[in-house]
């Protein structure tokens, strides 16, 4: 990669399977037009349905003719329109095939109220214009629907109905001529959240605004109640999930080609999806959130069919247009990728691996931990390593109940690097290390004071899984148990043992060095200043204290354009960014997982 920009895998021209490169979905021009026009077109519709009428129009004469009652129902008609429109954008950007359904149904909708209320031939056009190339482009728009939670209709509920009681004020207050004296701000509210449940509020109006008012506010309310129950009870696309049979194949592969990628194993986390390559030796495990399709780690299987698997990845982003992207893959992954998909990867940062036949406290360079951990056996701890196989029922219950509670945040964090779940019978090779100590007043948990959960690493390696102590215990937990496990690795065939994963830690590192430049210092200034929220600076410091090796990993992305749109997914990914509210804590199951931090919570991602 000589010549290449630093932390930049390069894209690679060259052709895959019958001389074909495989691009990525490509945005459609077509649609992402048609979506903003749409977007357009609503907001036109909305200021139809809320505003007057225009008395001046040259349709007015013709639109006289009408029945009279077909102006407080085309407000209505023209306000329901342009709010559904708005809501249809986002999926016509996308190339939803359900989104061009419902966006040729509501556009003539929309021309009538426009004709009948407003009298406005332009916003006649305007909609007819947007119309055909929906009509001409159809076959474009055939992107299947995504995965969905009975959480979207809450949001739904939350979201439009706060929109409608903005918007039903707005709608109240642009007649002041025509109101009966000067309501107040209050009964302006009542008058609306009475309107939104089809009754009559305390705000008076003059001739047939109070027919337009209550239609439109009637509207609103029909809205929000359609679009709710619609989300809650419409047949459910499920979401991503392991199957048994899924899991034996992926355990299968890991058996073969495990060692591979210290993340193989984090691909059996059951609220993944998975793909498989043609001949079933790859696969590609990936969740979608926020439409983005979110891969992790390297393919799991054979290199030889990991271009297999990526292609079928490729084709389910494709046919539901979802946004691909790979978090944390290898720099092997990484040319993979980019030379089968045409996709690009940046350095995400970097991965600390320990060789336990390298690993001694003795020396300067550990002096720190070797004293941390001699202070912290002296106050009386005690370290017990294990695989899972090796514990009781009991032991294991009282340790995945600890790990539970200890996690610090309502939200299960992880995703590309936690396992999710302790103690699985069919995760007997995982290894855990705990820390006890002998009090006087056994808490709820007895001796148990902190844990540490690895996952396998091919044969002879395990990558941590989570970190967890009692919020009473000395510091120094983590740093005990990393020793423990390490000292005893060699006991248990462990020859390699892959710890946190440390985001830009070559900005960190080489930005704090003499000679740095004023960019990449100002690039670690900020990245300092942001590990007051995530970590960044102290994952690296922690983990730099057990003299690792560092293996970048990187993110896979189709354009720079897409990347705040992935980190947010990520974010989501990782529990970092909560859209919806977690469960409550007695309707959970009681399995433990998410991602360890220096502090006790979990893995950093």
């Not at 989104?99 to 426009?114: I, M, S, T």
């Not at 440390?502 to 990245?527: D, H, N, S, T, Y």
């Not at 990782?574 to 399995?591: A, K, Q, S």
């Given at each position: ?44 519709n ?42 249809l ?6 190339r939803?095939?359900?989104?061009w ?89 009542a ?61 299968a592969?890991?058996a073969?080609?495990g060692?591979?990628?210290?993340l ?78 045409g996709?690009?990867?940046l ?85 855990i ?9 056994p ?64 900005a ?98």
């Amino acid at each position: 990669m000589s010549g290449a920009v630093p932390g930049v895998v390069p894209k690679a021209a060259g052709a895959t399977r019958a001389g074909r490169v495989l691009r990525g979905p490509r945005p459609e021009a077509v649609p992402v037009l048609v979506g903003r026009a749409c977007t357009l077109v609503g907001l036109l519709n909305v200021a139809a349905g809320v505003f007057p009428r225009f008395r001046h129009s040259r349709m007015h004469a013709v639109a006289e003719v009408l029945p009279g009652a077909f102006g407080p129902f085309a407000a209505a008609l023209s306000l329901s329109a342009g709010v559904l429109l708005l809501l249809l954008a986002h999926g016509l950007k996308r190339r939803k095939r359900r989104a061009w359904r419902a966006a040729v149904a509501l556009l003539p909708l929309g021309a009538f109220a426009q004709f009948t209320y407003r009298h406005s031939l332009a916003g006649v056009l305007i909609s007819l214009v947007l119309l055909a190339p929906l009509l001409r482009h159809r076959d474009q728009f055939a992107a299947l629907p995504d995965p969905r939670s009975r959480w979207k209709a809450l949001a739904n509920f939350v979201l439009m109905g706060a929109g409608s009681l903005a918007l039903g004020l707005v709608i109240v207050s642009v007649h002041p001529h025509r109101m009966v004296g000067d309501p107040s701000l209050a009964d302006r509210i009542a008058h609306v959240l009475y309107g939104l449940f089809g009754f009559e509020g305390p705000v008076d109006y003059r001739g047939n605004t109070s027919w337009t008012v209550a239609f439109s506010l009637g509207a609103l309310g029909l809205l929000t109640a359609v679009t709710t129950i619609y989300l809650a009870f419409r047949p459910e696309h499920p979401a991503a999930r392991l199957t048994e049979e899924d899991e034996t194949r992926l355990r299968a592969l890991l058996a073969k080609h495990g060692s591979r990628d210290s993340l193989g194993h984090f691909a059996l986390r059951r609220d993944k999806a998975v793909v498989f390559s043609p001949s079933g030796k790859a696969a590609v495990t990936y969740r979608v959130v926020s439409g983005v399709m979110l891969a992790s780690g390297d393919p799991i299987g054979d290199v030889e069919a990991w271009p297999g698997a990526i292609e079928r990845f490729m084709d389910e982003a494709r046919a539901h247009s979802w946004t691909p992207a790979v978090m944390g893959c290898s720099e092997t992954g990484g040319e993979v990728w980019t030379r089968e998909t045409g996709l690009d990867a940046l350095e995400l940062g970097d991965e600390a691996v320990v060789d336990v036949a390298d690993f001694s406290l003795a020396g300067r360079a550990m002096r720190n931990v070797r004293q941390m951990v001699k202070r912290i056996e002296r106050a009386g701890y005690e370290t017990r390593v294990r695989r899972v196989a090796d514990l009781g029922d009991t032991e294991l219950d009282r340790i995945r109940r600890a790990a539970d509670d200890w996690r610090g945040t309502d939200t299960e964090r992880g995703f590309s690097m936690a396992l999710g779940r302790i103690g699985d019978p069919s995760d007997g090779d995982c290894l855990i290390a705990t820390a006890h100590k002998q009090d006087t007043e056994p808490g709820e948990y007895g001796d148990l004071k902190a844990i540490l959960h690895f996952v396998p690493w091919g044969t002879d390696g395990v990558s941590l899984d989570l970190m967890r102590r009692d919020r009473a215990a000395d510091p120094g937990m983590n740093e005990l148990l990393i020793v423990a496990a390490l000292q005893a690795a060699p006991k248990l065939g462990i020859a390699r043992v892959s710890l946190n994963f440390a985001m830009f830690r070559a900005a960190l590192a080489r930005g704090e060095k003499i000679g740095a430049g004023p960019v990449l210092r100002a690039w670690r200034g900020l990245l300092v200043f942001l590990s007051r929220w995530f970590q960044i600076e102290s994952l690296y410091k922690f983990n730099a204290k057990f003299r690792p090796r560092w293996e970048p990993r990187f993110v896979v992305y189709r354009a720079s354009a897409d990347l705040p749109r992935i980190g947010f997914a990520a974010m989501q990914a990782e529990g970092f960014v909560t859209l919806t509210p977690p469960l409550p804590r007695f309707l959970r199951r009681r399995v433990s997982g998410g991602r360890p931090c220096v502090h006790g919570e979990a893995r950093a991602a």
